[in-house]
């Protein structure tokens, strides 16, 4: 045991004594590591917020269907949907989006009592009286908007609308650009009265396929779509899954040059090197103990490496809200985001970049340092 403690503070003076090895090796590894750790700490944290508004939503959505895609659907199906047995409630809403001048907001139109309790705003109130809006917090900014102030939208010039309260910029990524009303103001909004872009189905457990065959023989005639929970969950981690595909592809690109630089910083000074390895086989190490000694200096640069490229993302993430790589993942925001960026830092993801980098460092070093161990003492030295 002493003998491989020494082993180690050796190595640790090895890394020492060649500062300029240690610190270029460390940069090629956070250079490397740090995009990754970061991407994969965003993806993470998007998918968890989107699954907790999915798992806290209806247990079906119905909709019209026109040419295989979600189409708006009459309201006249309301109460017979609210009186199959099974259904505890099922609400109307209206999704879409408009402009605020040059701004693309998203609509949410929904009646007051069917709000979900964990909606709140961080400061006014929720909508009571018609043409009240609730506004996200990247909206606000943008347009400096105050409770109290007016405005109009796109497409419906005639309608003003006041600002009563806001989300704050904590809430779901979804909530910074929206602007949530009530329904029969965002059905006057799009000029859609009558209809829904899609009803929330809350049901009791075990009785979804009875409550799907009333709504077929309610539906008989109508090209309509029915969509559980599962599935909504499904289309969620299929489009994350894409994105996180296009980015991969994009980071390999990256790594493919990263690669070869970070394999020949782990073997800078080769032929210093070979001459220390000379002079401790010619005072009685052997091959094994060359060896140790060498992973011992890629553990510990790995573990260094790693670790600030670890720090450097939670601060990337944390203090700079993930400027320049949200955009992989998030649709149409700046490059530095005006809203709190989720993300979830997993151990996972930080062992297997600690892993990498172990691999990367080791395949640039052993082989040289295994040759150079195997040669004559003389020749090493020369």
Not at 143 to 152: A, E, N, V
Not at 340 to 353: E, N, Q, V
Request: aromatic share 10%; net charge neutral; proline share 3%.
């Amino acid at each position: 045991m002493n003998k491989h403690l020494n082993l180690i503070f050796l190595a640790t003076e090895n890394l020492l004594r060649h500062k300029t090895k240690t610190i270029v090796v460390c940069l090629c590894i956070i250079a490397i590591l740090s995009p990754f750790i970061t991407a994969i700490a965003i993806s993470e944290g998007i998918r968890a917020q989107s699954l907790i508004s999915v798992k806290e939503g209806a247990d079906l959505y119905l909709t019209f269907d026109e040419f295989g895609r979600n189409a708006a659907i009459p309201l006249k199906y309301l109460d017979e949907i609210k009186k199959i047995f099974g259904v505890t409630k099922a609400i109307p809403r209206i999704i879409g989006r408009a402009f605020v001048q040059n701004k693309l907001a998203v609509i949410v139109g929904v009646n007051k009592e069917d709000l979900p309790e964990s909606i709140s705003c961080i400061s006014g109130r929720i909508f009571e009286n018609p043409n009240d809006v609730v506004v996200g917090h990247e909206l606000a900014e943008h347009f400096h908007l105050r409770t109290g102030d007016q405005f109009s939208m796109r497409g419906q010039q005639r309608k003003t609308f006041t600002v009563v309260g806001f989300f704050s910029s904590a809430s779901s990524i979804w909530g910074s650009s929206m602007i949530l009303m009530s329904f029969k103001d965002a059905g006057e909004l799009f000029g859609k009265l009558d209809v829904a872009t899609d009803i929330q189905i809350h049901t009791l457990p075990g009785h979804n396929s009875e409550i799907a065959t009333d709504l077929y023989d309610i539906f008989q005639n109508e090209p309509y779509r029915l969509q559980d929970k599962h599935m909504v969950e499904l289309y969620f981690k299929k489009g994350f899954m894409l994105k996180e595909g296009i980015f991969s592809a994009l980071y390999l690109v990256a790594l493919s040059l990263g690669v070869p630089a970070i394999l020949v910083a782990s073997g800078f000074g080769l032929s210093e090197r070979k001459k220390e390895i000379g002079i401790m086989k010619a005072t009685g190490w052997n091959t094994l103990e060359v060896l140790e000694v060498i992973s011992f200096e890629q553990l510990l640069i790995s573990m260094l490496g790693a670790t600030i490229a670890i720090l450097l993302s939670i601060l990337w993430v944390k203090g700079f809200n993930g400027v320049f790589i949200a955009q992989f993942f998030v649709a149409e925001i700046t490059m530095l985001p005006k809203f709190t960026l989720p993300a979830r830092f997993l151990p996972l993801p930080c062992m297997l970049s600690f892993f990498f980098a172990f691999i990367l460092t080791m395949v640039g070093s052993v082989y040289s340092s295994w040759r150079a161990s195997t040669e004559s003492p003389v020749v090493s030295m020369k």
